[in-house]
């Protein structure tokens, strides 16, 4: 009788342990399904997420190192410039912030020839600030707020850039560069006798001591006489509708 007993008690915790293994299983398989299926889509998005923010993070470095190494030979055919004539003057240390473009146009109305990006006064950015790319010159800074900056676009007519033309002999053409409208550049006020060599280069040149010297700005393309004078078309090298990111340059 005993041993019946204990072979029905057996049974029965048995068939307990198999209801209540049953009865977690639903939860267990939901709990699996959810791992497999939907956990492993969520981590798959935020890896992708991450692998995104990485290969942005290392693009804006890789422009930072051609925006600097632009600096330094910029700086340095500079100095050469100051040794060859014995004109020797202190620079102020210069540092590029990187910011990204919000929008096009600016904060006003109607000002079309311009950006605002995300970085202020709080940032070091200060009004007049230069602005570039590793293509160029993209503008200057025209107003900031603590934490956005408006930069007045190389396009716009209202912007005067000193510049120079290489041409032959190791000569130079100085004009002054303005927007002429649809992206493109109008370079006026030609002054110089060297022959300009065909899809030329135009830089700053530095005088006003607005724009640093060397800063790279596009290619004439061709020069008319007008009736104020010599007017050359450039073509930019920036594609200012299509900036996403831009160096300012801060000075220390």
Known sequence: MAVLVAVIGAAVLVSSRSAAVEAVYPVERAAQVFRSQVWSRVVGVFRGSAAAAENLRLRRENDALKVLR???ERLEAE???LRRVLQYSLRKQETWIPAGVLSEGGGAAG????????????AGVGKGAVVIVPEGLVGRVASVTPHTAE?????DPALKVACEVAAENSRSLSGILSGGGEDGLVLRHLTGTGKVLPRARVFTSGRGGVFPRG???GTLLNMTNGVRGVVGDVLPHV????L???????EK
């Open 215 to 217: 800063i790279e700005v």
């Open 151 to 155: 930069v007045m676009l190389l396009t």
């Open 79 to 81: 100095n050469a410039r």
């Open 244 to 250: 996403e990111d831009v160096f300012i340059c801060c």
């Open 239 to 242: 594609g200012y509708s299509t």
């Open 70 to 72: 632009g600096t330094v």
């Open 111 to 122: 000002f079309g020839d311009r950006i605002r990006v995300d970085k202020g006064s709080l």
